[in-house]
T-cell receptor, first 113, second 115 residues
Framework: QKEVEQDPGPLSVPEGAIVSLNCTYS??????FMWYRQYSRKGPELLMY????GNKEDGRFTAQVDKSSKYISLFIRDSQPSDSATYLCAMSRDTGTASKLTFGTGTRLQVTL | EAGVVQSPRYKIIEKKQPVAFWCNPI?????LYWYLQNLGQGPELLIR????????DSQLPKDRFSAERLKGVDSTLKIQPAELGDSAVYLC?????????????FGPGTRLTVL
């Protein structure tokens, strides 16, 4: 069993829909949780990060962490065609350059007009 | 500000041939990472450099893979000889090493196809 599980999709939604992307994990030592967006033929880019449990909002994006359930989510409101990409969750035990990131497999999202 | 630069973007070789990938990190970023990303998977760390020192190469298959970061800036990842299973995207990332979350900036990757 992988440390981080993520539904690979693809997930197809109409423009304007609310999107929910999720990851589950098994290692209770993870404390830092990140969401990366990866466009086709590009490298991942950091969208949001959260520490421990709770919510964090940034524009149309909201990240949620429930450590008791080992479950994290990324919500995208008013989805746009430009949101079409693969979304990777990542997590680590600590901060700093030595902290190893463990990535999920990524969920491919397609927002249609 | 320029991002992480990688070359070549695409490489097709026959098995048993050598191949090398080059990475130029963001200026001032002392930490450099090489990742392997298989199709439909997330990136997996191969090696991490702090300046010119390889401080974590535990996931690097050292029988065929090697890396260097001379002068603590550019880095090269080499595979010799390549095997069919090495077909993947090789990502380079760099980090400024600031306090707080370890934000890594990724390059576009080199897509390797081994025939």
């Amino acid at each position: 069993q992988k440390e981080v599980e993520q539904d690979p999709g693809p997930l197809s939604v109409p423009e304007g829909a609310i999107v929910s992307l999720n990851c589950t994990y098994s290692n209770s030592a993870f404390q830092y949780f990140m969401w990366y967006r990866q466009y086709s033929r590009k490298g991942p880019e950091l969208l949001m990060y959260t520490y421990s449990s709770g919510n964090k909002e940034d524009g149309r994006f909201t990240a949620q962490v429930d450590k008791s359930s080992k479950y994290i989510s990324l919500f995208i409101r008013d989805s746009q065609p430009s949101d079409s990409a693969t979304y990777l969750c990542a997590m680590s035990r600590d901060t700093g350059t030595a902290s190893k990131l463990t990535f999920g497999t990524g969920t491919r999202l397609q927002v249609t007009l | 500000e320029a991002g992480v630069v990688q070359s070549p973007r695409y490489k097709i070789i026959e098995k048993k041939q050598p191949v090398a990938f080059w990475c130029n990190p963001i200026s001032g970023h002392n930490t450099l990472y090489w990742y392997l990303q298989n199709l439909g998977q997330g990136p997996e760390l191969l090696i991490r450099y702090e300046n010119e020192e390889a401080v974590d190469d535990s996931q690097l298959p050292k029988d065929r893979f090697s890396a260097e970061r001379l002068k603590g800036v550019d880095s090269t990842l080499k595979i010799q000889p390549a095997e069919l299973g090495d077909s993947a995207v090789y990502l380079c990332a760099s980090s400024p090493g600031l306090a707080g979350v370890n934000e890594q900036f990724f390059g576009p990757g080199t897509r390797l196809t081994v025939l």
